[in-house]
């Protein structure tokens, strides 16, 4: 055998068989179970959110609900009381002309306020003013009310 | 060489189960860690140190600090290899901040020959405990080498990757550390 392969040898073979002491081992279990403790006590308190956080959080989802609260407010005024009104003066004036009677904004009105039924009786009322078929009015007009 | 490479990949399996264990939170597993290893890394610290007392702390330290990583620690080689690159390094620390006059009691200075005797002869005369005191004779860095390579099996590469030296440095210090041993006991022999 090769001198360095027999102090290799020599060395291997003469491990040091150590073992360690009871207030060894109780001293550094006990002390790494409290790093461990303290080290993951340490993590799930950066995981909560802090006090700022928390005020920002809530002011943002008050903002949210007021916005959402005001966007609600005017689509049920605009769907139920503003275009009404507007609605209304707008049949007014379209009840001036027979022709408009007919305009495809009168008809989205009538929709609006009475779905297809509304349609119809807007479209029976300017058959009973045009007539069943009006001589003078070319689909063009009965769409277009500002040619009238 | 098939069987034991068997073994090797089933512990650095059960390795891997432990440190997974221990990443969230297992205090079995860190408990477990520390039976499997505290003698291996005592022994480490004693043959490096030849202090028990001041092994002991080391092993503590090293404990210690490892269960502070809970939940971030990677594991990339070995868990032994890892765990004894800690004890080495604590203890190279410890072995600065030591005064030279307390440093190393029983320290022989070395007059060995540089003959290539057969070292069989010295083994009825060495025990364990022998080692320590011849290995003890050797300059730190040397001694830290050789008990890393050939007590806790770790690589050349991962010596010195740990230690943070090249691989050049590593060997050429295990070549003399190796060199000197076999000196000291071949001088002892002779006595």
Redesign the interface.
């Known amino acids: 055998m090769r001198p360095k392969e027999n102090t290799e040898e020599f060395v291997k073979v003469r491990k040091p068989d150590v073992k360690t002491s009871r207030e060894m081992d109780k001293r550094t279990l006990d002390d790494s179970l409290a790093a461990m403790e303290q080290t993951m006590r340490a993590k799930s308190a950066d995981q909560k959110p802090s006090t700022a956080r928390i005020i920002t959080l809530r002011r943002m989802i008050k903002l949210t609900a007021a916005a959402a609260v005001i966007i609600v407010s005017i689509s049920f005024y605009v769907a139920h009381q503003g275009p009404g009104e507007q609605n209304d003066i707008i049949i007014a004036e379209a009840l001036d002309s027979p022709a408009k009677i007919m305009t495809m904004k009168s008809l989205k009105i009538a929709f609006r306020r009475g779905g297809i039924e509304g349609i119809e009786n807007q479209c029976e009322k300017a058959l009973k003013i045009l007539g069943p078929e009006p001589a003078s009015l070319s689909l063009a007009d009965l769409y277009n009310g500002s040619q009238s | 060489m098939a069987v034991s490479l068997i073994g090797q990949v089933d512990l650095m399996v059960e390795d891997n189960i432990l440190v997974w264990k221990f990443n969230r939170?297992s205090?079995d597993a860190?408990?477990r860690i520390?039976e499997k290893f505290?003698?291996d890394l005592?022994?480490l610290a004693?043959?490096l140190l030849r202090d028990r007392s001041l092994a002991?702390d080391v092993?503590?330290d090293v404990?210690?600090?490892?269960?502070?990583?809970?939940?971030s620690f990677h594991l990339s080689g070995t868990l032994k290899g890892y765990l004894s690159t800690c004890v080495a390094n604590s203890a190279r620390d410890r072995n600065r901040l030591r005064s030279p006059r307390n440093a190393e009691p029983g320290i022989i200075q070395a007059a060995g020959s540089d003959s290539?005797g057969?070292?069989?002869n010295?083994?009825g005369i060495?025990?364990?405990?022998?080692?320590?005191d011849l290995?003890a004779r050797l300059p730190y860095e040397q001694r830290e080498i050789?008990v890393l390579h050939?007590?806790h099996e770790m690589r050349f590469r991962e010596i010195a990757k740990a230690l943070g030296i090249s691989i050049n440095t590593v060997q050429s210090r295990y070549?003399y550390g190796?060199d000197k041993?076999?000196s000291i006991?071949n001088s002892v022999v002779t006595k």
């Open positions: 939170g205090k860190l408990r520390y505290k003698d005592l022994g004693i043959t002991e092993v503590h404990f210690v600090s490892f269960a502070g990583a809970v939940g290539d057969p070292i069989e010295a083994i060495e025990e364990s405990g022998k080692l320590q290995l050789i050939l007590h070549r190796l041993l076999r006991v």
